[in-house]
């Protein structure tokens, strides 16, 4: 699987299924990973998100684990390979 950094993706498979996630670079060496109930990532009356911290170095470890299969809504953005398989 890709990671795409500062994309959009819904979730079609694997924990948090049909949310929307968008991983971001924050500061001290992580990523903020986001979640919201919808596709637009600003503050919008009755949407609901949450978030999680991860080290960039447990990035594609949190992936792995959470099991995602992600359907990512923009092709121009920066992309992460690693070992994921």
Do not use: Q
């Not at 996630?21 to 919201?36: C, N, P, Q, R, T």
């Amino acid at each position: 699987m890709v990671i795409k950094i500062g994309v959009v993706g819904l979730i079609r498979e694997g924990d948090m299924k049909g949310w929307y996630v968008k991983i971001e670079e924050a500061s001290k060496g992580g990523h903020l990973i986001l979640f919201k109930n919808i596709p637009d990532f600003r503050n919008i009356p009755g949407s609901v998100g949450y978030d999680h911290w991860v080290h960039a170095e447990h990035l594609a470890d949190y992936v792995l684990a959470c099991k995602w299969e992600v359907e990512w809504l923009d092709s121009t953005s920066r992309e992460l390979r690693g070992h994921l398989t």
